[in-house]
């Protein structure tokens, strides 16, 4: 028995090397069993052996998988080689790695943090996706119905945000229904991008999070645009790019530089 697993390994090393130039090699798909019995797979990160029968990968404690474990502990890795058409399947027993797990283990776990990129790191600091609702007690987003139809409004800035012309939103509440948008996790908001809206503060024991996604035809150019990203085409690419990706720190952004913002420059016309 002992050969035969020295033998599936080294295959299973000799893949991982011819592949190594292609993207796909470094993942692996892990099936786990919710709570419903229910099969569960995702894409990890493989990132080494410690010995014939130890894997190590990395992952975020907050997942669900690990709530899966909790349940049922055993799971099944898979990876497949185009280049060679092998596939090779593992089952076995799942385990977090903890302060009081034995020295190896924590050899392990210290190593994978060191080979880690910053960027990589930083994401066990980020909220957890999805688990959060949007009220007006945490002061959820408004919007203005159907003010879209007024139009592009002038902006300015009121304190440190940039905002429409305030007397113009004054103006159109007196006949527009000012609605609160209050979501669940996992819900969606779509809205025009020339409707009136806004978040107030958060003055609630528990956080608001959500991610903000705008989009805009080619062809329908920003108002005193300057940047040229408009001009670059967009590049379709492997949902594995997302794992690749080198963020950088936005330690050092200022999101509040009015000089650059080109929607609060004079043109001429306001006057």
Request: charge should be negative.
């Amino acid at each position: 028995m002992h050969t035969h697993q020295t033998n599936w390994l080294s295959q299973l090393e000799e893949n991982l090397s011819q592949h190594a130039h292609l993207p796909f090699a470094h993942f692996v798909q892990i099936a786990t069993i919710d709570g419903d019995g229910r099969p569960a797979n995702r894409t990890l990160t493989f990132r080494f052996f410690i010995s014939e029968d130890r894997l190590i990968f990395t992952t975020d404690t907050r997942t669900e998988k690990i709530r899966h474990l909790t349940q049922h502990p055993y799971a099944e890795a898979c990876w497949y080689f185009t280049e060679s058409r092998t596939q090779f399947r593992l089952s076995g027993k799942l385990s977090v790695v903890t302060s009081s797990d034995d020295a190896e283990c924590m050899t392990a776990r210290q190593r994978t943090w060191r080979e880690r990129t910053n960027a990589s790191r930083q994401s066990f600091t980020w909220p957890s996706a999805g688990e959060t609702i949007a009220n007006k007690e945490n002061g959820c987003i408004q919007v203005i119905k159907g003010s879209h139809k007024l139009g592009r409004l002038n902006h300015g800035f009121a304190g440190e945000q940039v905002g429409a012309d305030m007397t113009m939103v004054e103006n159109a509440l007196k006949t527009m229904e000012l609605v609160y948008v209050e979501i669940e996790p996992g819900d969606a908001l779509f809205f025009h991008s020339n409707i009136l809206h806004r978040s107030a503060s958060n003055n609630s024991d528990y956080p608001r999070w959500s991610i903000i996604s705008c989009y805009s035809a080619q062809s329908n150019l920003a108002y005193n645009e300057t940047s040229t990203a408009w001009q670059q085409p967009i590049s379709v690419v492997p949902n594995a790019a997302i794992l690749q990706w080198e963020a950088e720190s936005l330690g050092n952004a200022d999101f509040l530089k009015k000089e650059n913002d080109p929607a609060l420059k004079d043109t001429g016309w306001e006057k």
